[in-house]
């Protein structure tokens, strides 16, 4: 419990109509996004029975029902139901017997029925709890959208990260979250970052103090998730310290398992971070799109050495 999520926020996302409302749904969780067709277990197989997962009735599973002898199908209701599934939902908007409500009412488990087909609402509740329940951390960071990309923006604390999100948002990108960056792995490729509930919108500027950002720049200037495309670590400027001028190979960080591009910016009096940051975003997307600058320019030296010898 704690890790999973609540029954009610899937009957809310999901837009179901509950049939068993004398069915407490306080409380209760699903901790896996996967969902099960119970084709089998309605033929009276039950082993190797996924009874953790959300079951859903489909259309075929529906019209095999019909075909038993009342004797065999409150014998298959009752062992289904006694496994304690988390819910039963039933697609189309194809109703259940009375039989079986009063059968799932005394078993505690609650059923629900969709008007999408099948094969629609599986996708749609995957995808919605696979976010929702993908492993995920907090650290301390800036996340904003810059022309599409996902820049996660680091370094110590009063480095000056939110500043330059403010200065991003003036110039008409948007901010996804400020202070605490909450990173789930959707997938071994896709890192999607969103803000606490509690600190959504805002950002808290040294001096001045917490700024409404949607509030003062609009609806347009914030978002609710992105996929983290790029990191920038901002650090102090350091004499004695090398930094790449060329870019020819690319650095990673490493969340949750997956590897995403990383470059350290130093910091220096004049420096325009936002620019920095801007520019860093579309470089990245032209590396996405094929091209390299840092490796064009190394191959027109390359040339020209060859033509010189």
Not at 151 to 179: C, F, N, P
Not at 184 to 196: F, M, Q
Not at 215 to 232: A, C, H, K, P, W
Not at 271 to 283: D, F, G, M, Q, T
Request: glycine share 6%; with cysteine.
């Amino acid at each position: 419990m704690g890790q999973g999520v609540k029954l009610q926020d899937i009957v809310e996302k999901m837009n179901l109509k509950n049939l068993t409302p004398e069915v407490e749904l306080i409380g209760r969780e699903v901790n896996v996004p996967d969902i099960n067709r119970p084709a089998l277990q309605l033929t009276g197989f039950f082993d190797h029975f996924d009874c953790d997962r959300v079951q859903i009735i489909g259309y075929v599973e529906y019209a095999y029902l019909q075909t038993l002898e009342e004797k065999r199908k409150f014998e298959i209701y009752d062992e289904l139901l006694s496994h304690k599934v988390p819910c039963i939902i039933f697609s189309r908007d194809m109703e259940p017997e009375d039989v079986l409500l009063k059968k799932a009412v005394a078993q505690d488990v609650p059923i629900f029925v969709t008007s999408k087909s099948t094969s629609s609402f599986m996708g749609e509740i995957i995808r919605w709890m696979n976010v929702r329940l993908a492993p995920c951390i907090s650290i301390h960071g800036v996340l904003v959208d810059v022309y599409g990309v996902g820049v996660l923006i680091m370094g110590e604390s009063g480095i000056g990260k939110s500043e330059a999100a403010l200065e991003l948002i003036k110039r008409g990108h948007r901010l996804v979250t400020d202070d605490v960056v909450e990173i789930r792995k959707v997938s071994d490729e896709t890192l999607v970052g969103a803000a606490p509930d509690i600190t959504r919108h805002f950002i808290e500027l040294r001096g001045i103090g917490i700024v409404d950002v949607k509030s003062m720049f609009g609806v347009q200037s914030v978002r609710e998730t992105q996929n983290i495309d790029l990191v920038i670590t901002l650090e102090d400027w350091n004499r004695d310290k090398e930094y790449d001028r060329l870019g020819l190979e690319e650095n990673y960080t490493e969340f949750l398992g997956n590897r995403v591009v990383c470059h350290s910016i130093p910091i220096r009096p004049g420096r325009n971070l936002a620019i920095i940051v801007e520019s860093a975003a579309v470089n990245h997307r032209q590396k996405q799109m094929g091209y390299n600058a840092a490796q064009e320019l190394y191959k027109r030296v390359q040339e020209n050495l060859a033509k010189n010898r």
